[in-house]
């Protein structure tokens, strides 16, 4: 794909009317999904432009774009503790459109470069997101999953994803007895994010400023949020959890742990299901790995054979996860 600083300028002045581009800034930034470059307008502004580079990336991107009206409501009610993305145009390019926006504010860190009080931010923020009322998502015509359809969309997934012949029958095995273990999933949905990468979350004086990638967002099951704390290691976990549990103003159930270890194993899959989607051999090849080795370790760990687990104990103040990632 041959996207170039140029081209993306040329996509920002056809998005919005009277914007006079004089330059670029930096590196444009490529992944599977998309491409993203910064231009400069003659008033000093600087404009993000997002290139999708693939139809589910396209996908995603309107999601995203539908969602941010809602969103924007919910910030303007003091619902949200940090900015969102604000669509300011946009342009017709090969299968979907490109978003152009104001840069967001902020810098995005590995999360497990986060200092305790930085975990803590980002707990606080996710803990926001899961209280947000439904409607934020039902109004922008984003999906809406009770638990037990969560639950039979994640046993489709399995499904879909057992006919490439990539998933090893004990992997296989143990996801359809936690799926259909009916005393896993019973859970209260809320809104959650979706796509909890540290690319999405951009950062401040060590608080979270900006949160972009909604396009997965959803009314779901909160651990599937959740999964992504599993790899911080313990000193972060222990109190991202603690200010998660203080906002919800609740402490995570037995189940809830569980299905976020589940939801941390089944990423694999689901990483490979985007290759499959995608056509790109490179990521089919590095999940089919991944599954491998997850496998592997089932099979060698007798503290793993009976599914997902996950303890913690605050009395010696550290969280232990089953996290094979």
Known sequence: MNISPQYLAALAVEAIQGLDAVGTRGQLARNDDYVTGTVIDARGRHWRVTYPA????????????????????????????FDIMRPAGFATVPGGRAAVYPEP????????????????????AIAAIHLLPERVIS??????????EWRRRLLAELSDADHTGYV????????DDA?????????????????LAG??????NGSIATVLGWGEARVGDPAHDLASLLPLPDELLLPAIESYENVRGATLDEPTRLRAVF??????????????????????????KMLDELADQVALDPDLANGPSWHMDIAE?????????
């Open 54 to 81: 693939n139809a589910f990336a396209a996908t995603a991107l309107e999601a995203e774009m539908a969602l941010a009206p809602e969103l924007l409501n919910e910030l303007r009610a003091s619902n949200l503790p």
């Open 105 to 124: 504010f902020g810098k995005a860190i590995e999360f497990e470069d986060m200092t305790p009080d930085e975990a803590r931010s980002l707990a606080r």
């Open 139 to 148: 109004d922008a015509g984003l999906p809406v999953y009770n638990a037990d």
């Open 168 to 175: 090893p029958p004990l992997l296989r095995r143990r996801w």
């Open 179 to 195: 799926l259909t273990d009916s005393s896993l999933w019973r859970f209260t949905p809320c809104v959650i994010h979706g796509d």
């Open 199 to 204: 690319e999405n979350f951009l950062w401040s």
């Open 263 to 288: 939801m941390s194993e089944f990423s694999i899959l689901r990483w490979l299901m985007h290759g499959v989607r995608t056509d790109v051999r490179e990521i089919q090849i590095e999940a089919v």
């Open 317 to 325: 103040g550290t969280v232990y996860g089953t996290n094979t990632l």
